[in-house]
């Protein structure tokens, strides 16, 4: 139905940069909002960053902000995060969670995507 693939997690030094990406497809009518979530071992899961498709609306945990930017590409139905200046506290699995309608239907539902770690340390 709907299909969600996560990239670009890894290994990076304190400091450094990555870009993940969650890119969906399936039978689509719509995306209303493309969330990131982030759960490091022993913790909840929480929201690092969240965007609306239509209006590019986005809000942040506050212990992102100015680090990290959601953006999304709605021709490709994919959705990134680019993160700079990445701290060891970053370090977690990382899921995306879209927010859809899927043809033939008239209610929205969440998926999720698989996960992609993200270790920063040196």
């Known amino acids: 139905q709907l299909r969600l693939v996560e990239s670009g997690g890894g290994l990076v030094q304190p400091g450094g940069s990555l870009r993940l990406s969650c890119a969906a497809s399936?039978?689509?009518?719509?995306?209303?909002?493309t969330g990131w979530y982030r759960q490091a071992p022993g913790k909840q899961r929480e929201l690092v960053a969240r965007?609306?498709?239509?209006?590019?609306?986005?809000n942040y945990a506050d212990s992102v902000k100015g680090r990290f930017t959601i953006s999304r590409d709605n021709a490709k139905n994919t959705v990134y995060l680019q993160m700079n200046s990445l701290k060891p506290e970053d370090t977690a699995v990382y899921y995306c969670k879209v927010t859809a309608v899927l043809i033939g239907t008239t209610t929205s539902r969440q998926w999720w995507g698989q996960g992609t770690q993200v270790t920063v340390s040196s």
């Open positions: 399936g039978n689509i009518l719509s995306i209303a909002t």
């Open positions: 965007i609306t498709i239509t209006g590019g609306n986005t």
